[in-house]
């Protein structure tokens, strides 16, 4: 199994920024080739995709964050990690780290059904 743990997460006003950290351990013989994703649970408790790298490292986004976010991975450190700027009101919400060894490719939506393993989240409250 893989274990994920996220932080980086905090309060920061509009137009500010933060990084969020997932780092993987575990069983993480395959991390090169996992996709991976973050994901953003707001108040009413659904889980939207919000950026995903595949197994290629080809990295994909909701438009809602495109030219905003950057998310990255790190595969000698098993850390993938979420660049926000220009952070907005509506970004709040519990940010989870997601991974899956099968997937491959995930679906452009980004969809949280794809992912086998989960961090416990961080949130971040942007005012």
């Known amino acids: 199994h893989v274990q994920l743990v996220e932080s980086g997460g905090g309060s920061v006003q509009s137009g500010g920024s933060l990084t969020l950290r997932c780092v993987a351990s575990g069983d993480t013989r395959g991390y090169e080739r996992d996709c991976m994703a973050w994901f953003r649970q707001g108040p009413g408790g659904e889980r939207t995709g919000i950026a995903a790298v595949d197994r290629d490292g080809i990295p994909f986004y909701a438009d809602s964050v495109k030219g905003r976010f950057t998310i990255s991975k790190d595969n000698a450190k098993k850390v993938l990690l979420l660049q926000m700027d220009n952070l907005k009101t509506e970004d709040t919400g519990i940010y989870y780290c997601?991974?899956?060894?099968?997937?491959?490719?995930?679906?452009?939506?980004?969809?949280?059904?794809?992912?086998?393993?989960w961090g416990q989240g961080t949130q971040v409250t942007v005012s």
């Open positions: 997601a991974s899956d060894p099968t997937l491959g490719w995930p679906d452009p939506d980004i969809l949280p059904d794809e992912f086998g393993y």
